[in-house]
């Protein structure tokens, strides 16, 4: 398993709601405390998104920020691909819309939308392999999410975990072998423990499902830790095996921002010290599929990320689907 042309990160950028929610505000919303909060999460505060603003317009901020990072003007962008379970409407796409605000003409569009959380690495590795023909050498990825539009105002369980946020990365071809995307792992298991249950063919909208609140997501917090604690490591074990890295080799974590209890359980199992895993869950809650990303993205900019590192992403999500990805940095 491996990619004929190296695909490189060429640069990364974050968008942040301006307005922060704190576990206090948050106490004065639904039944929960500040201690609560932090002892089972890490989580102190998080951004939510504006009423007058989407999904798709953190996608365009990100998404400007990592071009310039990248040094890529949207004329050079030959697909966009979009990772969020928020969109902005089930139809036209989110990622043509995204597009059309960065005038990338002449890009390809792809979503990607039901793996949740895991939706961003899906879509790097779906970038990845269409970098393999002449068609792309420049691939604009996304992940956004915002989940305050989707948790219940009255369900403390999921309102307290999630914020908003959207991180993007721009992708190019590389020319040095052995460095870019080396190896990646993923997989799933079909559960209803993560789910939105209504609005879709099965349960559509209506007004029996809007009284039932079935639109909003629904969470078994035991089932996530189960599995989450399982599934993640054993994916950056397979991962970093095919790649033929030594996890004590690998520089940086960048995994799923969920749950700092999830991270420091995670890298107990690998048996890695904590600070190779950079948290931003503490102040941004659970972004979704943009967890990983600004992680990444926090590393980059710091300048912390140095040539030759090696580095793996790693998240999951609702079905269950989780993924791993490996790079080194050139």
């Known amino acids: 398993m491996s990619l004929h042309q190296p695909v490189l ?13 704190t576990n206090h505000d948050l106490a004065r919303m639904v039944d929960t405390t500040d201690e609560w909060i932090t002892s ?15 999904v798709s317009d953190m996608c365009v901020d990100a998404a400007r920020s990592a ?3 990248a040094g890529v003007a949207p004329r050079q ?20 819309m995204v597009k059309e605000r960065l005038e990338a003409g002449r890009a390809l569009t ?18 990845a392999h269409l970098m393999q023909s002449d068609a792309a050498r420049t691939v604009l990825v996304v992940a956004a999410d915002a ?8 369900e403390r369980t999921t309102r307290v975990f999630f914020g908003d946020a959207a991180g993007a990365m721009v992708l190019r071809r590389g020319t040095e072998a052995g460095t870019g995307l080396l190896a990646w792992d993923f997989g799933s298991e079909l559960s209803h423990d993560v789910e939105i249950p209504a609005g879709g063919s099965r349960l559509p ?22 599995t989450a604690t399982r599934r993640l490591p054993d994916s950056i074990l397979n991962a970093t095996a095919t790649a033929r890295v030594p996890t004590r080799e690998v520089s940086h974590f960048f995994l799923h921002q969920a749950n700092l209890n999830i991270i420091k359980a995670a890298m107990e199992k690998l048996g890695i010290p904590l600070d190779r895993a950079p948290v ?15 992680a990444l993205h926090q590393s980059y900019h710091r300048g912390l990320v140095r040539p030759g590192d090696t580095y793996v992403m790693s998240s999951i999500g609702a079905g269950f689907q989780w993924g791993t990805l490996v790079f080194r940095q050139p």
């Open 147 to 154: 989940a305050s539009r989707v948790t219940d105002p009255e």
């Open 280 to 294: 931003t869950l503490d102040r941004l809650g659970n972004t979704g599929s943009a967890g990983v990303f600004t």
């Open 110 to 127: 792809f979503d990607v939308t039901h793996a949740a959380c895991a939706n961003g690495l899906q879509a790097v590795l779906l970038a």
């Open 9 to 21: 990160v060429a640069g990364t950028g974050v968008h942040l709601p301006e307005t922060v929610v």
């Open 67 to 69: 071009l310039a990072s």
């Open 40 to 54: 089972r999460t890490g989580i102190r505060e998080r951004r939510w998104l504006a009423p007058d603003r989407a």
């Open 77 to 96: 962008i030959d697909a966009v691909v979009v990772a969020t379970y928020t969109w902005d409407q089930p139809l036209p796409s989110t990622a043509l």
């Open 205 to 226: 909208t209506s007004l029996r499902t809007v009284a039932a609140r079935q639109h909003y997501l629904r969470m078994n917090g035991r089932t996530v830790w189960d």
